[in-house]
């Protein structure tokens, strides 16, 4: 069982970007509690087009969801595996970015009556970065224990400075 605060620090370690480290980013609002989750996909190169963020209940969602995170490699890795019975999947994606140097991360999930809050951290290059010509589309997916409330995604968002 990762602690919310090992589920950041691992997100934090794994962004991505071409700038250097910038100001460390404000504490959440709230403490975060234990919770038995796992990164299951986390890059800059995905086919999410489109800022979204959801919940993945069954498993037909599930496999179509994964086909979208790698519409644009071949081949697809193959589907990980998640028990919806008592498991969930979270997406947090930021959509189509001119350039290298942005990400999006789940800072932490806090229970919230018999749903939860995914704390989502969006990062954007600096003026003073470097970043790569290309188009990306970040996303970060998270398995979960399973809530059967409503899911919220606050979200924060910071630029990186790269000096």
């Not at 018999?114 to 970060?140: L, N, Q, S, W």
């Not at 998270?142 to 809530?147: G, P, S, T, Y």
């Amino acid at each position: 069982m990762l602690s919310f605060r090992a589920v950041s620090l691992l997100l934090g370690g794994l962004r991505l970007g071409a700038c250097g480290a910038g100001s460390s980013p404000e504490a959440p609002g709230e403490p975060f509690t234990e919770v038995d989750s796992h990164v299951l996909l986390h890059t800059a190169y995905s086919g999410f087009t489109e800022a979204t963020r959801f919940v993945v209940r069954d498993s037909a969602h599930w496999a179509g969801v994964w086909a979208t995170a790698f519409a644009r490699q071949t081949p697809v890795p193959p589907l990980p595996a998640v028990s919806f019975a008592n498991e969930m999947v979270v997406v947090a994606a930021l959509g189509a970015r001119p350039s290298g140097g942005y990400d999006i991360g789940i800072e932490g999930v806090a229970p919230e009556g018999d749903g939860a809050a995914v704390h989502v951290v969006t990062t954007a290059p600096g003026d003073d970065c470097i970043t790569t010509a290309a188009i990306t589309e970040p996303v970060v997916i998270l398995r979960m224990a399973a809530v059967g409330g409503t899911v919220r995604f606050p979200e924060r968002a910071e630029t990186r400075s790269c000096r």
